[in-house]
């Protein structure tokens, strides 16, 4: 069974920055594309970034400069730098990833921007 555990969610201030992790454990062979998406209240969810194993990235219009995802193979973990974080960033934030069995989604983890 595979489990993607998100971390690094909190309440940041408009500009600042934070962190997110995906950490996947269980059977996992070769992990192919990750993706962070997020849905904020009232609204659906959508593809913020996401990456291939080989490392190439796809962005959000929106967050296109200020986020970097990243990914470490070994250690089956995937990244979110959030920087410059503003008032409509405010979302749960949600880890998937692609694997041979399926696709497969984390719990989520709030962010909140707030002055």
């Known amino acids: 069974q595979v489990q993607l555990v998100e971390s690094g969610g909190g309440l940041v201030q408009p500009g600042g920055s934070l962190r997110l992790s995906c950490a996947a454990s269980?059977?996992?062979?070769?992990?192919?594309?990750m993706g962070w998406y997020r849905q904020a209240p009232g609204k659906g969810r959508q593809l913020v970034a996401s990456?291939?194993?080989?490392?190439?990235?796809n962005y959000a219009d929106s967050v296109k400069g200020r986020f970097i995802i990243s990914r470490d193979n070994a250690k089956n973990t995937g990244y979110l730098q959030m920087n410059s974080l503003e008032l409509e960033d405010t979302a749960v934030y949600y880890c998937?990833?692609?694997?041979?069995?399926?696709?497969?989604w984390g719990q989520g983890t709030q962010v909140t921007v707030s002055s």
């Open positions: 990456i291939t194993r080989g490392g190439v990235t």
């Open positions: 269980g059977s996992i062979f070769n992990m192919g594309a």
């Open positions: 998937n990833a692609m694997i041979f069995t399926g696709e497969y």
